[in-house]
């Protein structure tokens, strides 16, 4: 049977995605072990090196996302997929030959620059996808995102034990450059470039029809993004508050973890159908309301199991999120700029990766572990009335048109 190229793309940008995610997530649980390898450092300078090395590569990759966006606009988004691939399979490898510390900053700063591969790829799913289909493919699509983020630290926690650290960047460059092959065998575009596409990034937002409702998706981006990691870094130290003890430690954190990813994989699909039906917009309201009553009882619960419960259920709430502001994006936007503000809108994304565990330990640190809870919730109820009174207008006039 033959499969529609639209969907064939979806299934090769998702393993594309999906790799590219993984690999960058894959160093988070030994890196501070690998600087240690690098040179003689301090504890403190250990953390220090380590949030640099982690952050860097998000940094670079939210300030260079917009460029690499217009020049999908300008060459269409397979050339920029396969650039995005082959480099970060490149670098990610050379990473695993570097003998001191900066040099591991320069490759990590250097993936974040080569970066890209995801905005071009939502791009093209949600150019190519037939409309009444687009919910559930940029559902299907997101899960890439969150499996990558879930699985990365866990295989290559487990790959650094068994085969040693260096190793795990050259396993994880091979399995970019698969990604790269695959990409670059089974990825059909029909792209035709206009000369719209030149238009210059201060022009840029007079092709829209409502900039106003775009920023305000970017800062939803933003917020969503940031709410929902601040968990990170007080994730271990709350689990051993309920736990009341040393023991499974790590196995109940990367449960708590891995039950609002696994409840993302599960459901987005479904999500992306109800937006189908329903529309973006109401599915992106009713998940961020969802996700702020969510968060206020697990700062409440007793033991684990209420945690990783509650966990689960935000974890769909959450699963709503990011592909109806992909569609929103997609059906507010002229073709001739859709990846330029795709890549604005990973920018933002990006920015939210840093963020969140940041304000997540500076709560924790001067309020208490309960206090994350309560400003994540906080974030998305503010979220929640700027997207409403930001969207209802334009909702009313693309509907009326």
Sequence with gaps: MNIPSWKRNLYVCW????????GMNLSIPFLPVYIEQLGHFSVAEIEIWSGLAFGAAYLVSAIVSPIWGRMADRYGRKPLLLRSSLGMAITTALTGLVS???????????????????????????????????????????????????????????????????????ITGAMMFVGFIFTALFVKEEFMAVAKNNVSSTDLWGLIPDPAAIRALFICTLSLTT?????????????TQLNQSDSYLTLYSGAVVSASGLANVMSASYLGKVSDRIGPEKVLLGGLIASTILLIPQAFVQNIWQLIGLRFLAGIAIAALLPSINSLIRRSVPTSVTARIFAYNQSYFMIGNIMGPLLGGIVAARLGI???????????????????????PSHETSTGK
């Design 15 to 22: 393993f594309g995605s999906f790799v590219i995610v993984a």
């Design 100 to 170: 001191n510390v900066y040099q591991l900053m320069g490759m990590r700063l250097l993936t974040g620059a080569i970066s890209g591969y995801y905005s071009a790829a939502v791009t093209l799913v949600a150019s190519q996808t037939p409309k009444e289909h687009a919910g559930w493919a940029l559902g299907t699509f997101s899960t890439s995102i969150v499996s990558g983020t879930l699985l990365g630290p866990i295989v290559g926690g487990y790959l650094a034990e068994i085969l040693g650290l260096r190793n795990v960047f050259f």
């Design 370 to 392: 309960p206090y994350v809870f309560y400003a994540s919730s906080l974030l998305l109820m503010l979220t929640a009335l700027w997207i409403r009174l930001r969207l209802a």
């Design 227 to 239: 709410a929902t990691l601040t968990i990170e870094p007080i994730i271990t130290v709350y689990v």
